[in-house]
């Protein structure tokens, strides 16, 4: 399935990919591993497996986020999406690429956004190959100028004054 | 957060398209396990 709008990403609340959700059979949701799930892992393939054999499964890996999104600021990042994705799609890409980032600065530990601007002003990092390495230098690049400008502080993303003091920081809260 | 998926919850898919030119949606999917695996070409 093709998920241009990030539907999934948002109902599961996810910021990184590669992600592995299992669904029963009346379509209930059994076990999820967010970041990092590979069919190449054993230990993935192994919870699959018992899953398929209809055998209890282990309790799903704790989820650590950086920081939990308000109400007000999750749907801001989404409209944010939504308009970045009807710009590009009308062939604007600056604007586009400038909404995202006012999404970005909301969520600025959001991978899934961070690498579709990445995709936009640089597709030849992307295409025909994927440039990891400069990937990382970006990151860094980035990580500094939002420390610089206040969007992150020494001990991560996003400092609450960036999100309007309407986040709540699922922890290292400094009070 | 409360449309937020969860484990044990019921999952709800919107008709998404896919590379053949079909669409899935949750009722699709229904009767069936699935393995929903989350990915991003970059």
């Known amino acids: ?175 | 957060m409360s449309d937020t998926a969860r484990v044990g919850a019921p999952f709800s898919l919107p008709l998404l398209p896919t590379l053949d030119g079909a669409a899935w949606d949750s009722e699709a999917l229904r009767g069936t396990k699935v393995l929903l695996f989350m990915w991003g070409s970059w």
């Open chain 1, 1 to 175: 399935m093709i998920d241009e709008q990030g539907i999934l990403s948002r109902r599961f609340d996810v910021k990184v990919v590669p992600n592995g959700v299992l669904l029963d059979e009346a379509g209930t949701i059994r076990w999820a591993k967010f970041g990092g799930f590979s069919i190449d892992n054993p230990e993935d393939v192994a919870v699959v497996e018992r899953f398929l054999a209809g055998e209890d499964l282990e309790p799903s890996p704790q989820r650590d986020p950086p920081y939990v999104l308000g109400p007000l600021e999750r749907e801001l990042v989404a409209t944010k999406l939504r308009l970045g994705r009807v710009l590009l799609d009308a062939g604007r890409t600056a604007e586009a690429v400038a909404a995202w980032r006012e999404a970005l600065r909301l969520d600025p530990e959001n991978f899934l956004i961070r690498k579709q601007i990445w995709v936009a002003e640089h597709p030849e990092r992307f295409f025909p190959t994927i440039d990891f390495p400069w990937q990382q230098e970006q990151l860094a690049a980035e990580r500094a100028r939002e420390l610089a400008e206040g969007i992150c502080g020494p001990d991560g993303c996003p400092v609450p004054a960036a999100l309007m003091g309407n986040a709540s920081p699922a922890r290292g809260a400094a009070g």
